[in-house]
């Protein structure tokens, strides 16, 4: 059994900055793809970054490119998402989820384990 415990969310201002953290408990994370993953009210949850196992290879959604960084430390079991720039359409909740897999994936059906989410909210 894995858990996934996400922090950092909070309440910024549009141009801000936050940085989630998820850890893990139970298992390694190190031989799993890992991913971040956000639900606005009333939309479908939604893949925003994708990183495999090592950290080689990065997924992430196109509107969010440049904006948002991926990182992992499997020492740690831990993986990080780094925002910038955030703008009020970023709000949502952002979970952090293991994949079964080892490479990089973005559907939501590869995940098996998911953290409880964390809200991020960004004012105008």
């Known amino acids: 059994q894995v858990q996934l415990v996400e922090s950092g969310g909070g309440v910024v201002q549009a141009g801000g900055s936050l940085r989630l953290s998820c850890a893990a408990s139970?298992?390694?994370?190190?031989?799993?793809?890992m991913g971040w993953f956000r639900q606005a009210p009333g939309k479908e949850r939604e893949c925003v970054a994708g990183?495999?196992?090592?950290?080689?290879?990065?997924y992430y959604l196109d509107s969010l490119k440049g904006r948002f960084t991926m990182s992992r430390d499997n020492a740690k079991n831990t993986v990080y998402l780094q925002m910038n720039s955030l703008k009020p359409e970023d709000t949502a909740v952002y979970y952090c989820a293991r994949s079964r897999k080892s490479g990089v994936v973005a559907e939501r059906g590869a995940y098996d384990y998911w953290g409880q989410g964390t809200q991020v909210t960004v004012s105008s």
């Open positions: 139970g298992r390694t994370l190190s031989a799993y793809a």
């Open positions: 990183i495999s196992w090592s950290g080689s290879s990065t």
